[in-house]
């Protein structure tokens, strides 16, 4: 079955280039093709995923399966509560996070279309834009990404945090201003890109709109729940609690656990834009695979409120947060995401505990620790040292240090 498809993709390929280009540039074409091709797994959905009227035919491995679930003693959670947590920041190395997950059905789609490039959209500092440049090395894609910055040249790009590793992957990264919304800025440049790509090249560019959250990326968190569902979760846990920041996470999560029986009480906490763009977002996923009777407003609840200055700014409160949690537990959070997420429910387990339904809760980790390199948390850390004296000079060794 799976030598059939690759064999047939590859011939629609170098079909195509027969077209377009010289015999032998073609065959060269023709064989990476090939050797694409060979990442593609079927994708055998399990069977209450069969009701939905859209189902993604391929896979490509991206993530380490089965992420470790452990207990969290999170700092500031009141007594009769206990916190474990998935760790989907470990999915991988540099390619850690939610991102993957999604990144898994994405690419195959990309790698099926017969695609030898893929654009993206984000922040400088982008999870998702650094999880599609490394995965898109791995397969053999040229990965372009679209990025948000108020830099006014090249040279203040700068090497920190996630933009270190997409100069690592050699990513082509076109620096975009800072506040573009998607729609009417960036989706109509990315369409240029790969028609610019297209003249130059002849190849195919594989679009993924921001966060990688439509119905093809939905499916990275459908089948993270099937994962959930294997390590026994539905029974062990009464809330699931994640971030929400392009709401495919919270789409897959609640609409899985709604497939399943409703084991679970979902939580977002939003880290940008309102609860009411979250629910027509999850909405309108719900119409796409075909369940337009469910209101999204029954399978998820979204919590506005911990969104602090604004999406990716950090207030000194959430980033001492961050510090104390690393502290206390060994666990880092990110600032833009998780740390924002994890502070929102340590403060409504404390201020409106019925929010939840049951004490047993399952925090989801959805990675993003590159963005602790971003220079952001150096303020917070000097004066954690000022305070704590963990920094002691000790340079003679037959004096002790001070
Ligand atoms: C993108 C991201 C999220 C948000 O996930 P969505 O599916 O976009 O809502 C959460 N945490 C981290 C670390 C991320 O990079």
Request: hydrophobic share 35%; proline share 5%; glycine share 10%.
């Amino acid at each position: 079955m799976r030598s059939s498809v690759a064999v047939l993709v590859g011939t629609q390929t170098s079909h195509l280039c027969f077209q377009t280009l010289k015999l032998e540039s073609s065959q060269i074409i023709y064989r990476r093709v090939q050797k694409m091709t060979t990442f593609l797994e079927p994708y055998d959905p399990p069977s209450w995923v069969k009701e939905l009227k859209f189902t993604p035919k391929f896979r490509v491995q991206l993530a380490q399966p089965n992420t470790p679930i452990h207990k969290w003693n999170i700092p500031g959670v009141p007594e009769r509560f206990s916190i474990h947590i998935k760790r989907d920041d470990m999915t991988g190395g540099t390619l850690s996070g939610n991102k993957v997950r999604k990144l898994e059905f994405l690419l195959a789609d990309a790698i099926d279309q017969g695609c030898k490039h893929v654009c993206t959209v984000g922040g400088i500092q982008s999870n998702h834009c650094r999880a599609v440049a490394v995965a898109a090395r791995q397969l053999g894609l040229v990965p372009h990404l679209i990025l948000c910055s108020s830099a006014k040249s090249a040279s203040d790009i700068g090497c920190d945090g996630n933009v270190l590793l997409n100069r690592m992957c050699g990513a082509d990264m076109y620096v975009v201003p800072r506040a573009s919304p998607y729609l009417p800025e960036l989706r109509p440049r990315q369409e240029r890109l790969a028609q610019i790509i297209k003249q130059q090249t002849g190849e195919s560019t594989y679009l993924i709109p921001v966060g990688g959250s439509n119905k093809v990326g939905l499916f990275g968190y459908i089948s993270a729940f099937q994962e959930l569902q294997a390590q026994g979760a539905l029974e062990k846990f009464d809330d699931l609690v994640f971030t929400c920041g392009s709401g495919g996470t919270a789409a897959g999560l609640s609409i899985a656990n709604y497939l399943t029986g409703n084991s679970l009480r979902c939580h977002g906490f939003l880290v940008c834009d309102d609860d009411v763009y979250f629910y027509d977002h999850i909405q309108q996923t719900l119409e796409e695979v075909g369940l337009p009777h469910v209101n999204a407003r029954d399978i998820v609840d979204i919590v506005p409120g911990y969104k602090g200055k604004g999406y990716s700014i950090s207030t000194e409160e959430e980033l001492d947060f961050i510090t104390n949690v690393s502290i206390k537990s060994g666990i880092m959070l990110d600032p833009t995401y998780t740390g924002k997420a994890a502070y929102g429910m340590v403060q409504e387990l404390t201020a409106n505990p019925q929010r939840f339904s049951g004490d047993r809760l399952l925090f989801l980790h959805t990675g993003g620790v590159f963005g602790l390199f971003d220079g952001r948390m150096d303020g917070v850390l000097k004066k954690t040292d000022s305070e704590t004296e963990s920094i002691k000079m000790w340079l003679n060794k037959t004096s002790d240090p001070s």
